[in-house]
């Protein structure tokens, strides 16, 4: 990994995904949803000027507080969480339309406990009130907002709203006239039933596939977007027109918990994804830091009735928590320790950093740190659909390459359990050739033991000890191979001669016939060579007819893929236990039904083939039905 510049890179990088984001598809949906939220900014809004006070006591009358001195502000209001009362002073414009008689008051978010409307025209009307410590039949027009009816006048005249709340002093005002807030109302009834159908099939896609799998992440997944259904719905308003003869007392506890659970759940799914990233152990402190204070936000909710601490505690857990996914990127993920990690570091970096500006961008407004606009909550409420389809899309890629792997892993399990299957079948059929091809020279050593004979004890206990110690040696050699344990000592050699010391060795050597057209030094492995040469003249001698002469050839020969090959031929006449299956002549442990009469391991061939390939080359087995003679040729490369 090369080494990350903390100020450079992470700016290059928002370059690139903003790049990237900006030609996505994705990106015509916001579009889409962000224009039918700004709608009434292009209709006429009658408050020309907007002003606040801030009452501490919360005990001024309306009169005290026009004495005093108001601050401007724009667009919204955002003082954070307060226990003060907040009185707004809206400069209201003519109106001067004939076919209008009156405005609307539209007042969001929809989350405000306490709103009181005084109006200038109507100084003797003070018990306007709204909010949701009272049902939503207290508003002036069926909506999701909160809203009064003003009338309209020819002269310029002043608003003034009284509010507490113990959420975020957020507030946003318009004043419109009755077509265009029916015109918006639709609009933003229509958009917001949009949202959540999208929130609700994000919910339902994992949660289908969650019952299927059972997998951690993907419940943890569908916890959070459950959570963001469900909070989108209610900060809509929704329930409050719903459920209009409910408490609303037990309204704003269900919205406030929702809210904090929602937080919970978050930190949640995003530390379970998180952890296959190696998250070095200040990251992971910084999760569980941010865990705890959930149930104490909600213990504080709930037992305590500090419902504006709560929520203010919960904003700042956002908070810290945007600025986490930023950081966690650069700094948090022990990178090098992923040799092969599921997501790139730029695909991580874009996700969170995506997540983490969206959600400050909604939640500084919300503690008064940042002075809010008319659509601060536009990026809170993306980020619901973002987080939801970014983590669908990379949650099914999860679950395919877990699959896959899955795969893999069957087929490697089931490849593992043919192999040790196939060796415990080998274990057994090694267990019953040394049993079986022992108990002859065994059978010899008794007999010859009981015997009288002297001769014939010293001549059939040297051919049983011989017999055994072949089977032994041949089991160990083979051993020795199976394991890699046998490594050729590469010598020059004279074929001829090493073939004519083989001979020698036999008391009939008079039965061979050798040829040599010429002497041939190879590059070769004496002890293996002659352990070839000796299993092929054993085998001829054992199964061939005795009658007839053992034929040994060497030349140097063609072929494919060696230059000047050296080649020995072994051939004899079948005798009478006929021949082999030339498929399994090679076969480790075979032996043709008529051969068990004889003494062997069905290893001698097994081991010339395996000796043939160590050094290089090869052996091939040629049956002559006419001629009624079986060869041996054995190639082997003359330099190494």
Not at 106 to 114: A, E, K
Not at 509 to 528: G, W, Y
Not at 606 to 615: E, F, H, N
């Amino acid at each position: 990994m090369s080494s990350w510049n903390p100020i450079k890179q992470p700016v290059l990088f928002l370059l690139d995904i903003a790049k990237n984001i900006m030609s996505s598809p994705y990106l015509k949906l916001i579009a889409l949803f962000i224009m039918l939220q700004c709608k009434p900014v292009f209709a006429q809004d009658f408050i020309s000027e907007r002003s606040y006070y801030e009452d501490a006591t919360g005990a001024m009358t309306l009169e005290q507080v026009k004495t005093q001195k108001f601050k401007p502000y724009q667009n919204a209001l955002s003082e954070g969480y307060s226990q003060s009362t907040y009185w707004l002073r809206l400069k209201v414009e003519p109106l001067v339309q004939s076919n209008f008689r009156s405005l609307l008051l539209r007042i969001q978010p929809g989350y405000l406990d306490f709103i009181q409307m005084y109006d200038d025209l109507e100084p003797k009307n003070p018990d306007r009130v709204q909010g949701t410590l009272y049902s939503a039949t207290f508003n002036d027009y069926n909506s999701t907002n909160f809203n009064f009816v003003i009338p309209g006048s020819d002269k310029q005249r002043y608003i003034w709203l009284k509010i507490k709340s113990k959420g975020s002093i957020f507030v946003r005002t318009q004043a419109l006239t009755i077509n265009t807030f029916i015109d918006y109302d639709l609009i933003q009834k229509l958009s917001e039933s949009f949202y959540i159908g999208i929130l609700f099939f994000l919910f339902l896609v994992p949660f289908t596939i969650w019952i299927k799998d059972k997998e951690r992440l993907n419940f943890a997944f569908v916890l959070k977007q459950f959570a963001a259904l469900l909070l989108v719905s209610l900060d809509t308003g929704v329930h409050r027109l719903l459920f209009t003869e409910t408490s609303p007392v037990i309204l704003n506890s269900i919205f406030n918990t929702t809210a904090l659970s929602y937080t919970g759940v978050a930190i949640f799914f995003h530390y379970i994804f998180l952890r296959d990233y190696h998250m070095k152990s200040w990251v992971k402190i910084s999760f569980a830091v941010l865990a705890v204070t959930i149930p104490f936000g909600l213990f504080k909710l709930l037992i305590s009735d500090q419902i504006s601490f709560a929520l203010e505690l919960n904003n700042i857990v956002l908070t810290l928590l945007a600025i986490l996914f930023i950081a966690i990127p650069f700094y948090g993920l022990s990178w090098e320790k992923n040799v092969q990690p599921m997501f790139s570091q730029k695909f991580i970096i874009a996700i969170h950093w995506g997540i983490g500006l969206s959600m400050l961008l909604t939640t500084l407004p919300l503690l008064g740190i940042f002075k809010g606009s008319s659509y601060s909550m536009v990026p809170g409420l993306l980020n619901g659909s973002f987080t939801g389809i970014i983590f669908l899309f990379v949650l099914q890629y999860r679950n395919r390459m877990f699959r896959d792997q899955k795969a893999i892993e069957i087929q490697q399990a089931t490849a593992m359990a043919n192999y040790e299957k196939g060796r415990r079948q080998e274990k057994e059929r090694f267990i019953s050739m040394l049993t079986h091809e022992l108990k002859t020279p065994l059978a010899v050593l008794k007999l010859a033991y009981e015997g009288t004979n002297l001769t014939f004890k010293d001549k059939h206990i040297e051919g049983a000890l011989r017999d055994i110690n072949d089977v032994i040696d041949r089991c160990a050699l083979e051993d020795k191979l199976e394991n890699q344990g046998f490594k050729p000592l590469i010598e020059p050699h004279s074929l001829k001669r090493v073939i004519y010391q083989k001979i020698s060795e036999y008391d009939i050597s008079d039965r061979f016939k050798f040829t040599a057209e010429q002497d041939i030094t190879i590059d070769t492995d004496k002890v293996l060579l002659r352990i070839i040469l000796t299993n092929i003249i054993d085998n001829a001698m054992k199964y061939g007819d005795p009658t007839k002469p053992i034929i040994i050839n060497n030349r140097i020969d063609n072929h494919p893929t060696m230059q000047y090959p050296a080649v020995i031929t072994i051939s004899n006449t079948v005798g009478d236990i006929g021949v082999p299956e030339e498929d399994k002549v090679f076969t480790k442990y075979y032996r043709s039904e008529k051969a068990h009469k004889y003494t062997g391991s069905g290893l001698g061939l097994y081991l010339v083939s395996s000796i043939a390939k160590l050094l290089k080359g090869e052996v091939m087995y040629l049956h002559n039905p006419q001629l009624h003679t079986v060869t041996f040729k054995l190639i082997l490369p003359i330099k190494q």
